[in-house]
């Protein structure tokens, strides 16, 4: 059993993940900013915890993450207000890494996107720039500690129910997954130590998924 913490539980990949770990037998916190989403949380079988890491100290996540085993980040702003996408998708991604490490959680898996990079190619006048900037340098900060990281590169996320099958490669036949693969993906990366240290683009495909992260 191991003890996981996901920071932005409420989102769709994370409802899907909190339910996947607490159904093998981990034990999960989840991270929320609204405490009325705390049923929703229950009913997939984690422990809902309001923590607003917006606007939360390095020192304060530290709290929260200690005792924990491993960190998934699945948070995010949005979308459609730069300041908040940069305040969230990278510098409350950035405190969540430096918190982990002081906390001594080492494991850490990031779910960013596929394409994720520095020279991402997405003009400044796009609405999803600031979000690319924003992941680019979370991911990099990430990639940049020591701790045991993991960074999930999807390609466009549907809600498609989960195929358990994908595609890894930085230019996947498919241009979509769905979150409930997105979930299973990053549950599975939790458990495989030859995922450590690895960024995994990926989408829909015909691979089992614990096959396609070994390949």
Do not use: C
Not at 106 to 113: A, I, P
Not at 124 to 131: G, I, L, M, Q, V
Not at 176 to 205: K, M, Q
């Amino acid at each position: 059993m191991a003890r996981v913490v996901v920071i932005g539980g409420h989102g769709k990949v994370a409802l899907h993940l909190e339910q996947i770990l607490s159904r093998r037998g981990d034990e999960v916190t989840a991270l929320i900013r609204n405490p009325a989403h705390a049923s929703d949380i229950e009913a997939m079988g984690a422990a809902p915890v309001v923590a607003d890491v917006e606007n939360m100290s390095t020192e304060q996540i530290a709290e929260v993450l200690r005792g924990h085993d491993a960190v998934v980040w699945s948070a995010g702003a949005g979308g459609g207000n730069p300041a908040r996408t940069y305040a969230v998708d990278r510098d409350a991604a950035i405190r969540s890494m430096d918190a982990a490490a002081a906390a001594g959680v080492r494991r850490y898996v990031m779910v960013s996107y596929l394409g994720s990079r520095p020279d991402h190619g997405v003009p400044e006048d796009n609405s999803f720039f600031a979000y690319a900037e924003a992941k680019a340098a979370a991911d990099e900060h990430l990639r940049a500690t020591d701790l045991d990281w993991t960074v999930l590169g999807p390609g466009t996320l549907t809600l498609d129910p989960g195929t358990s099958r994908i595609e890894v490669s930085p230019t996947p036949a498919e241009t979509s997954v769905s979150r409930e693969d997105v979930a299973a993906v990053a549950a599975a990366t939790l458990v495989d130590a030859g995922t450590v240290r690895r960024t995994i683009p990926f989408n829909t495909g015909t691979t089992p998924i614990v096959d396609a992260l070994r390949g």
